[in-house]
């Protein structure tokens, strides 16, 4: 785990390429039977779940409008980004395997790239608890 100066806002943090950071949001489950597990349990589990907090400006690829010999138009960047699918604010399941864990601001995030997210849920603020209920069940 990599701890950071509290000084710095969260604005100042700054997600590189095909990353998204995540704010874990596993912790104690009810299981069916009414019993909670602990979060040392569920960590355990293959797929982990959380909000997305930022996201990386996207997969880089070179700019095909880059042109190193035309003086006569607009100068171009010779790379580009191809945007994220996932947005702030969507809920995320991703792969733990993949997940790097760190403590900004007293508070633990999980980075992970964006190709070990599994499925992201976007939905209208109200509905998502629904949502989530119904996704996830009763655990």
């Not at 006569?72 to 792969?95: K, N």
């Not at 993949?98 to 508070?107: A, V």
């Amino acid at each position: 785990m990599t701890d950071f100066s509290e000084e710095n806002p969260m604005s100042d943090l700054i997600i590189v390429g095909d990353r998204v950071l995540v704010e874990q949001q596993d912790g104690e489950k009810l299981t069916h039977s009414g019993l909670y597990l602990p979060a040392t349990v569920t960590e355990k589990e293959k797929v982990g779940t959380g909000r997305v907090v930022r996201v990386g400006p996207g997969h880089l690829m070179p700019n095909p409008d880059y042109s190193e010999g035309d003086p006569v138009t607009m100068p171009a960047e010779a790379v580009r980004y191809l945007p994220l699918q996932a947005e702030i604010g969507d809920f995320a399941f991703y792969l733990r395997k993949e997940s790097i864990e760190i403590n900004y601001q007293n508070k633990t995030y999980i980075i992970v790239p964006h190709n070990a997210i599994l499925a992201l849920l976007r939905s209208d603020g109200d509905d998502l608890l629904k949502d989530l209920e119904d996704i996830l069940g009763d655990h």
